[in-house]
């Protein structure tokens, strides 16, 4: 059963500190989504790759946040210095473009707290 | 403007009931997709059904369809004979084509699905 994998699940740390949290995509998938979920604005979607190019950032706030695809299996999303406003769950989801539906599929989430 | 209106923040139902969701979107492509995803209280997003622009039969899988109606722009998830693990967040979503092959998809904001015994 093929499933996307997030680590952390959970994150507590302090304000300023770095947070690394890593997602491993569905073998085979070529498209990797980083979303950010809260209370107040929902579903935001921070960056989209595509075959591990970086295809859309927009979402993401630059002077902190960062997103790289070092190979296929592997995903990173950075925060640094954290903030206590970055506390949300963040989900990493993959797909396979073209594919049909084109999917996506979500991992479990990282749940992140910045005191 | 939203490109995706979920416009029941909670829905109650009960068991072994029927119950739709309503989804209504914004687009002018001509091909997209609409997914419907469940968060349980556990917190995963989990897909439930897909329905394709071009699609004419209404999606169905085991106990969820989709009503597509392309004229009015609404893809509304029915859950037929609901089970008290329904319970959960349900969102639509939508994908459209972006020029050089990619797609951003689009969540709504998600309906509260309550099944009482």
């Known amino acids: 059963d093929a499933r996307v994998t997030q680590t952390p699940r959970h994150k507590v740390t302090e304000m300023g500190q770095e947070v690394t949290m890593r997602c491993q995509p569905i073998?085979?998938?070529?498209?990797v989504f980083w979303y950010r979920q809260t209370m107040m604005q929902g579903l935001e979607l921070l960056a989209y790759?595509?075959?591990?190019?970086?295809?859309?950032d927009s979402g993401m706030p630059k002077d902190r946040f960062s997103a790289e695809m070092p190979d296929a299996t592997l995903a990173t999303l950075k925060i640094q210095p954290s903030e206590p406003r970055d506390s949300a769950v963040y989900f990493c989801?993959?797909?396979?473009?073209?594919?049909?539906?084109?999917?996506?599929?979500f991992g479990p989430g990282t749940r992140l707290l910045v005191l | 403007a939203q490109k995706i209106t979920q416009t029941q923040p909670g829905m109650f139902v009960q068991e072994k009931e029927a119950v739709t969701l309503d989804c209504t979107y914004d687009?002018?492509?001509?091909?997209?997709?609409l997914f419907w995803y469940k968060q349980p209280s556990s917190g995963e997003m989990i897909f439930l059904i897909y329905?394709?622009?071009?699609?004419?039969q209404n999606a169905t899988e085991g106990r969820y369809s989709l009503n597509f109606q392309k004229a009015r722009k609404s893809a509304n998830l029915v859950i037929s004979a609901s089970q008290l693990g329904d319970s959960a967040m349900y969102f639509c979503?939508?994908?459209?084509?972006?020029?050089?092959?990619?797609?951003?998809?689009?969540f709504g904001r998600g309906t509260s699905l309550i099944v009482h015994p």
């Open positions: 790759f595509r075959n591990r190019a970086p295809l859309d």
């Open positions: 989801a993959s797909g396979l473009v073209p594919g049909g539906q084109e999917t996506q599929y």
């Open positions: 687009t002018s492509d001509q091909s997209y997709g």
């Open positions: 979503a939508m994908r459209e084509a972006q020029s050089g092959g990619s797609y951003i998809p689009t």
């Open positions: 073998l085979g998938h070529n498209t």
């Open positions: 329905q394709g622009s071009y699609d004419e």
